[in-house]
């Protein structure tokens, strides 16, 4: 039985570093894998490939990987991070709609237009956004 005098404060850190490096280790893990299965630039054969030596020499594998596609994998994150930020921008461009007075009348013209509302609407409105 382990008592507490026996656990000293160096037994405490060391067991706090292997629990922290057990952490990054799957983290490193699962970003290895995010990176094969995202990658464009490798066929199918080259993903099973890379998963295949990744799962049997997992420590190998991992370290090669990122030494061999490590550059990659920072050109994969920024791409995927603009790709996001965009349809990011792009639907709140289109919930927002446009705030302009000019998109406005424009609507206000397509809805004329349509017969959605009368003429005498339509002029009141453009007054309304022109005043």
């Known amino acids: 039985m382990v008592t507490v005098l026996e656990y000293s404060p160096g037994d405490v850190f060391l067991s ?13 893990l699962i970003s290895v894998f995010g990176d094969i299965f995202r990658s464009d630039d490798l066929g199918g054969w080259g993903k099973a490939l890379w998963t295949v030596f ?11 990987y990122l030494i061999a596609r490590g550059h990659k994998m920072g050109e994969h994150a ?6 996001q930020e965009q349809q990011m921008r792009s639907y709140v461009q289109s919930v927002a709609g446009s705030s302009s007075t000019a998109g406005e009348i424009q609507h206000l013209a397509e809805l004329r237009d349509a017969g959605t509302i009368t003429d005498a609407e339509f002029q009141q409105a453009k007054a309304k956004l022109l005043a």
């Open 16 to 28: 706090m570093l292997w629990f922290f490096l057990f952490f990054i280790w799957i983290w490193l």
């Open 54 to 64: 990744v799962i049997l020499l997992p420590y190998l594998g991992v370290f090669v």
């Open 78 to 83: 920024v791409r995927d991070a603009s790709r």
